[in-house]
């Protein structure tokens, strides 16, 4: 079946700094991924999705791109602050309903 | 403001007892679902509806049941059969169909179970 791979934490950067999170699919077709981002005692907000190879979404700050070639739909952002630390969710969509990563955990320190 | 409500909270049961988690939407969205959140895991996904009066197991839905009477209500009932019911869930919605809809969460119910 579908499922998605990603990299594990717990991650802890200072401000600033550059962040990437892994995040490899394995899948039958091209399914819609996405990143989900959860704070501490909330539920996931969307970050951002792609629908097809080759898209980039972005938001915040963040981007990923939907590589089809190496199957990856890595999350990347320039500059972390401490607002970004929060646990992040690869997701891809399976039919009727998404598979999910198991989360990485993200802490910036100032 | 459209969105998902679940509540309580925080909820606190005692062993032996059932237990029914309340999820609302006002988003128009037929679909609804529920997953659970263990500790350094992934989601994952219990029951899910993509109808009125319809809903369908999910990866693990032993010891859980749903019910799907309205559009906009889809209540979780963790039974006595569920061996390890304490958990944080979440129950999320979405648009149907096989585009790229992505689910809208609400903030989850942290359930404790002693």
């Known amino acids: 079946g579908n499922s998605v791979t990603q990299m594990e934490g717990p991650v802890t950067l200072s401000e600033e700094a550059f962040l990437t999170i892994n995040c490899t699919y394995t899948a039958t077709g091209y399914p819609s991924l996405f990143w989900y981002v959860q704070y501490p005692g909330e539920g996931l907000q969307l970050l951002l999705k792609a629908t097809k190879a080759d898209d980039k979404g972005s938001n915040k700050g963040f981007e990923a791109t939907y590589r089809k070639e190496t199957t990856s739909f890595h999350l990347e952002k320039g500059s972390v602050q401490v607002s970004d630390s929060a646990v992040y969710f690869c997701?891809?969509?399976?039919?009727?309903?998404?598979?999910f990563g198991a989360g990485t955990t993200v802490t910036v320190r100032a | 403001d459209g969105g998902i409500t679940q509540s309580p909270k925080y909820l606190f049961r005692k062993e032996g007892q059932n237990v029914t988690l309340s999820c609302e939407q006002n988003l128009n969205h037929d679909a609804m679902y529920w997953y659970r959140q263990d500790p350094g895991q992934g989601l994952r996904l219990i029951y899910y509806s993509q109808i009125v009066n319809d809903f369908q197991k999910g990866d693990i839905a032993e010891g859980y049941s749903v019910s799907r009477e309205k559009k906009e209500s889809f209540p979780l009932t963790v039974t006595s059969a569920q061996k390890n019911p304490t958990a944080f869930y979440l129950c999320?919605?979405?648009?149907?169909?096989?585009?790229?809809?992505?689910?809208?969460f609400g903030p989850g119910t942290r359930l404790t179970v002693t």
């Open positions: 997701a891809l969509r399976d039919l009727f309903k998404l598979s």
């Open positions: 999320a919605s979405s648009i149907t169909g096989q585009g790229s809809y992505e689910q809208y």
